[in-house]
Nanobody
Framework: QVHLAESGGGLVQTGGSLRLSCAAS????????MAWFRQNPGKEREFVAA????????????VYSDSVKGRFTISRDNAKNTVYLEMNNLKPEDTAVYYC????????????????WGQGTQVTVSS
């Protein structure tokens, strides 16, 4: 089992920045993929960004949704078993609960592709 714990959400003004963290614990997570999704009430959970995980390389494949490309950056720290989402130039439409997800297979983009989920952290961007 893998336990995921998100942190770093909060309230920020339009144009501001936040950094979300997702710490993984439990089963050793040496390879696979981790991702961020977001969801608003009454809407489907949507893909934000994903990154490949490997303890044998320092580089990582990453992919972003079109809505955040150029503004958000996903990164990983293998030593801390943590993935980050740096969010810049935030917009009101970025407001959502952000969820961290993980899988022990290659990078993927769909909600149903991920096996482990965190509890979520609220991000609110005021106009």
């Amino acid at each position: 089992q893998v336990h995921l714990a998100e942190s770093g959400g909060g309230l920020v003004q339009t144009g501001g920045s936040l950094r979300l963290s997702c710490a993984a614990s439990g089963r050793t997570f040496s390879s696979g993929a981790m991702a961020w999704f977001r969801q608003n009430p009454g809407k489907e959970r949507e893909f934000v960004a994903a990154i490949g995980i490997s303890d044998t390389t320092t580089w990582s494949d990453s992919v972003y949704s079109d809505s955040v490309k150029g503004r958000f950056t996903i990164s990983r720290d293998n030593a801390k078993n943590t993935v980050y989402l740096e969010m810049n130039n935030l917009k009101p439409e970025d407001t959502a609960v952000y969820y961290c997800a993980a899988r022990f297979r290659r990078l993927a983009l769909r909600v149903e592709d991920y096996d482990y989920w965190g509890q979520g952290t609220q991000v609110t961007v005021s106009s």
